[in-house]
């Protein structure tokens, strides 16, 4: 069996749930799984072996994979027979997330990666609302057993990626504007002097190596990446980040709480759900579909009838994919002939 290498930038550490289940269900399947936290300086994450399995994870920012993200990817050696699998967090279930993955896709291939597999999961939001407690129960629980399901894909060997249409590519890449905006904002972090204890937790954590104390004052370099980490989790909620600072989401989610207490019900979302997050049901109702073919059951889910069929455009994007990439591949095997 071969060995699986998992790289995650993860701002708020949801990401890097969702690789530690991975991991879990990976080694269930015995291989042996190493995870690489992304961030600075990328120049010491080490690359992986020949033939391992490669995970790349991240949370989307703004219809995009995070900017320090792609730095790493792009920095990585050319593969040696590495099969690839993506996996992404978003806060929103729309498909239009889905497109963040473009860019590291066409990087990987570049980098002669296979990319077999891709997965988008949810996680509550870092920013801008704080998700109940029932949604992010249901999130936890949804994500877990769809990094089971990726597992199991990789382990039978199968193949799955996402479709990115023409429309989503577009609005992603106007979004890449995030990345001048997270420069941007980031000139006006400050810290509240008043609120701070001085405990240095956001110098020490910072993935980006941007904040930094010279024992008396705060500062922040330009390499921001609005990761939320800072924000979220300042104990003494000092941090002021900009002009993102009336969204800002400060304290982290009680995780092994909420899905301890049982009285928080697993199907926060359901057919009765009214308002904004009705929008998600579509979400689950497809993922319910998928998992239902691998057996896989969340504890305490219903799992809710489709109002329609479900889209597996997964597979047909890809048969649709591995159909030109034949033709190519034909193609230059009659032009090497003809040499
Ligand atoms: C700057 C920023 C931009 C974000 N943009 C999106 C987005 O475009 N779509 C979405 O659904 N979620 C978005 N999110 C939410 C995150 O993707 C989500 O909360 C994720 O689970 C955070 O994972 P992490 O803790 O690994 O960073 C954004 C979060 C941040 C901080």
């Given at each position: 069996?071969?060995?699986?290498?998992?790289?995650?930038?993860s701002g708020t550490y949801h990401t890097l749930k969702?690789?530690?289940?991975?991991?879990?269900?990976?080694?269930?399947?015995?291989?042996?799984?190493?995870?690489?936290?992304?961030?600075?300086?990328?120049?010491?994450?080490?690359?992986?072996?020949?033939?391992?399995?490669?995970?790349?994870?991240?949370?989307?920012?703004?219809?995009?994979?995070?900017?320090?993200?792609?730095?790493?990817?792009?920095?990585?050696?050319?593969?040696?027979?590495?099969?690839?699998?993506?996996?992404?967090?978003?806060?929103?279930?729309?498909?239009?997330?889905?497109?963040?993955?473009?860019?590291?896709?066409?990087?990987?291939?570049?980098?002669?990666?296979?990319?077999?597999?891709?997965?988008?999961?949810?996680?509550?939001?870092?920013?801008?609302?704080?998700?109940?407690?029932?949604?992010?129960?249901?999130?936890?629980?949804?994500?877990?057993?769809?990094?089971?399901?990726?597992?199991?894909?990789?382990?039978?060997?199968?193949?799955?990626?996402?479709?990115?249409?023409?429309?989503?590519?577009?609005?992603?890449?106007?979004?890449?504007?995030?990345?001048?905006?997270?420069?941007?904002?980031?000139?006006?972090?400050?810290?509240?002097?008043?609120?701070?204890?001085?405990?240095?937790?956001?110098?020490?954590?910072?993935?980006?190596?941007?904040?930094?104390?010279?024992?008396?004052?705060?500062?922040?370099?330009?390499?921001?990446?609005?990761?939320?980490r800072?924000?979220?989790?300042?104990?003494?909620?000092?941090?002021?980040?900009?002009?993102?600072?009336?969204?800002?989401?400060?304290?982290g989610?009680?995780?092994?709480?909420?899905?301890?207490?049982?009285?928080?019900?697993?199907?926060?979302?359901?057919?009765?759900?009214?308002?904004?997050?009705?929008?998600?049901?579509?979400?689950?109702?497809?993922?319910?579909?998928?998992?239902?073919?691998?057996?896989?059951?969340?504890?305490?889910?219903?799992?809710?009838?489709?109002?329609?069929?479900?889209?597996?455009?997964?597979?047909?994007?890809?048969?649709?994919?591995?159909?030109?990439?034949?033709?190519?591949?034909?193609?230059?095997?009659?032009?090497?002939?003809?040499?």
């Amino acid at each position: 069996m071969p060995n699986a290498i998992i790289y995650v930038f993860s701002g708020t550490y949801h990401t890097l749930k969702t690789a530690e289940m991975l991991k879990n269900h990976l080694e269930e399947g015995h291989i042996s799984v190493t995870i690489h936290e992304v961030c600075e300086p990328i120049s010491h994450i080490p690359a992986p072996a020949e033939g391992d399995i490669v995970g790349f994870g991240y949370p989307v920012h703004a219809f995009n994979a995070p900017q320090l993200f792609l730095r790493f990817v792009s920095s990585l050696p050319p593969a040696q027979h590495n099969r690839a699998f993506i996996f992404k967090t978003s806060g929103e279930p729309f498909h239009i997330n889905d497109a963040s993955s473009y860019k590291l896709y066409r990087m990987l291939l570049k980098k002669g990666y296979d990319v077999v597999q891709e997965l988008h999961m949810l996680m509550p939001y870092n920013i801008l609302r704080r998700y109940p407690d029932g949604l992010v129960k249901q999130m936890v629980l949804y994500s877990d057993a769809q990094s089971r399901m990726l597992a199991m894909r990789l382990l039978n060997g199968e193949r799955a990626r996402l479709h990115y249409t023409l429309r989503h590519r577009l609005v992603s890449l106007i979004f890449r504007i995030e990345w001048f905006g997270a420069w941007f904002n980031g000139m006006f972090y400050r810290v509240d002097t008043s609120k701070c204890t001085r405990c240095l937790k956001c110098v020490h954590s910072c993935p980006a190596l941007n904040i930094s104390f010279d024992g008396s004052r705060f500062h922040f370099a330009r390499s921001c990446t609005m990761c939320m980490r800072c924000a979220m989790y300042c104990p003494a909620d000092a941090m002021h980040i900009g002009l993102l600072q009336p969204f800002k989401v400060n304290g982290g989610y009680a995780f092994s709480r909420i899905l301890a207490d049982p009285e928080i019900p697993v199907d926060y979302v359901n057919p009765k759900t009214k308002g904004y997050f009705r929008l998600f049901r579509k979400f689950f109702v497809r993922a319910d579909a998928e998992l239902a073919a691998y057996g896989i059951t969340i504890p305490g889910h219903t799992p809710q009838p489709a109002a329609e069929p479900p889209e597996f455009e997964v597979f047909e994007a890809y048969q649709q994919e591995q159909a030109v990439g034949e033709q190519e591949q034909a193609g230059s095997a009659a032009a090497n002939l003809a040499e």
